[in-house]
Structures are given as structure tokens and as C-alpha cells.
């Protein structure tokens, strides 16, 4: 249907030129605003895939390669650490009684090798299709079916209560000032990145461990996901083992006020 404003001008019209009517505006405001979001998103991703751009995976990358330099470091760093022990046990002008205290201070803080009967937990996500087992419990959304920060914490706090002497979580031991950090899907531990099964050792009595974690009521949760979902646990006894030194550094990183 035609419309007098919008009509060529007639011998009635008055001379000038013809004034936009409003919505026109609108509507060339939008066309130009898709415009410059087509040509954001061609600019961004180069004419590729966004979600398959490779440019994507460097974080992952870097993250792998951070590990993994991390890792070598704590290796050159426990052998310096070996080395200059020895050096000082040459002549460090100490009493028999004051390298005692010091050997008892090394081993409780982790930073010496310790060897006992121990306890082995793994954990595992559970099967991407997995389905509801028991009645009455609903289909799983993503977030059953993988391990969670909590999870660990809630075993590695367990072992403590049960008296563990050492805890190593996958390769590395833990100390006073560990945190146990979940990024997605994967664990990172002083600096190092892993992905699941995890593994965590604790040497301790077997018994007790066994039932610290049994008597956890955060476990007892995590139980329901593993009867429900599928959620991997695993609790195994490993006789004697060694679990290793810290290697890491001891430096404390703490925040600071701005001047």
C-alpha cells in the first residue's frame, strides 16, 4: 500500500528535498551495526573456523609448556637442594642433637623423602554418555559427570583426619601451604597441570585411613554420583611405599598493598 509521505513529489507537493521519516533511520542504523559486527567476526577469525582456530589452542599450548618447565625446574631445583645438603653435612658446625631437630623439621614439613604402608585413592570422570543407574534420580547434566575441586579436597582432607604422615597428589607431595586447584576439568598443583584419573597417596595406617574416608560426609556425596553416574572411585592398599621430598620452592607469595 503506498503512503502520501513516502510518494514522489505531484504538482501539489511542496519543493525541497524529502525528510527521512524515522523508522528509515532505525532501520539503517541496524543494517549498518550487522555490518560492522560481519565484518568484527571476519577480522577476528581470518576467515577460519572460530571454534576450530588454532589461535585458540595457544593458551592451551602455553599452559602445557608452563607445566611442563615447572616440572623440570622442581627436578634441577631437588638436586641443587641434595647438593648443597651434602655440602653442609660435611662441616656445618651443628651438634648431633641440633641435626636431629632439623631432620624432624624437614620430615614434618614434606621437604624429606618418607616411606611406609600406604593408601591409594583414584578418582575419574565419568563416561560421557553415561545415564541414571537407580530409579528416582535424574538424567546427569555435564557437571555430574566430572571431578570437582571439592572432590579432591574432600579426599585429601579425609587422609589427614586419618592420619596420614604424607599425602603425594599424582607425582608431587603436598606441604602445608599446597592448594588443590581445579581449572575445568583439569587439577592444577604448584604450577603443574594434570588431567584425570587422579591419583593421591597417603602413608598412614591402612586401617584408618580407610575409615576416615569412609566417615567423610563429603565422600559419602561424592558416593551417590559414583552409584548414580558412574563417577571413577578406587581405594587400594600399596604396602610399602616412598612417597618423595617436596621439591618446590618454600617462598611464601602473598598480595601487597598499592603505594
Excluded at 560481519?38 to 576450530?52: E, L, Q, V, W, Y
Excluded at 588431567?195 to 575409615?211: E, F
Excluded at 578406587?234 to 618423595?244: A, I, N
Aim: neutral net charge; charged residues 20%; contains cysteine.
Amino acid at each position: 500500500m503506498s503512503n502520501s509521505a513516502d510518494s514522489p513529489g505531484t504538482g501539489s507537493s511542496p519543493a525541497g528535498p524529502r525528510r527521512l521519516r524515522p523508522v528509515r533511520v532505525l532501520t539503517a542504523a541496524v543494517f549498518a551495526l550487522a555490518g560492522l559486527i560481519f565484518f568484527t567476526s571476519f577480522d577476528t577469525a581470518k576467515g577460519t573456523n572460530i571454534r576450530t582456530d588454532t589461535s585458540l589452542l595457544k593458551l592451551s599450548d602455553l599452559i602445557q609448556e608452563r607445566s611442563r618447565k615447572n616440572k623440570e625446574l622442581d627436578e634441577s631445583n631437588a638436586t641443587l637442594r641434595d647438593d648443597v645438603e651434602s655440602l653442609a653435612e660435611r662441616d656445618d658446625g651443628s651438634t648431633k642433637a641440633q641435626d636431629e631437630k632439623l631432620t624432624q623439621l624437614e620430615q614434618n614439613t614434606g621437604t624429606q623423602p618418607l616411606r611406609g604402608r600406604a593408601v591409594t585413592v583414584t578418582l575419574n570422570d565419568a563416561p560421557p554418555n553415561a545415564t541414571a543407574k537407580l530409579p528416582g534420580y535424574p538424567e546427569p547434566q555435564p557437571d555430574y559427570l566430572v571431578i570437582h575441586q571439592q572432590d579432591l579436597q574432600a579426599v585429601v582432607n579425609a587422609l589427614w583426619n586419618g592420619g596420614a604422615k604424607g599425602i603425594r597428589v599424582m607425582d608431587q607431595r603436598l606441604i602445608s601451604t599446597s592448594a588443590v586447584r581445579c581449572v575445568g576439568n583439569t587439577l592444577i598443583l604448584q604450577g603443574r597441570v594434570y588431567s584425570p584419573p587422579y591419583r593421591i597417596t597417603a602413608v598412614g595406617d591402612p586401617d584408618r585411613l580407610q575409615k576416615a574416608l569412609a566417615d567423610s560426609p563429603a565422600i559419602q556425596n561424592y558416593m551417590v554420583y559414583v552409584n548414580v553416574y558412574g563417577l571413577g572411585w578406587k581405594v587400594t592398599e600399596d604396602g610399602t611405599v616412598t612417597l618423595p621430598g617436596y621439591s618446590g620452592t618454600v617462598d611464601l607469595h602473598y598480595a601487597k598493598p598499592v603505594q
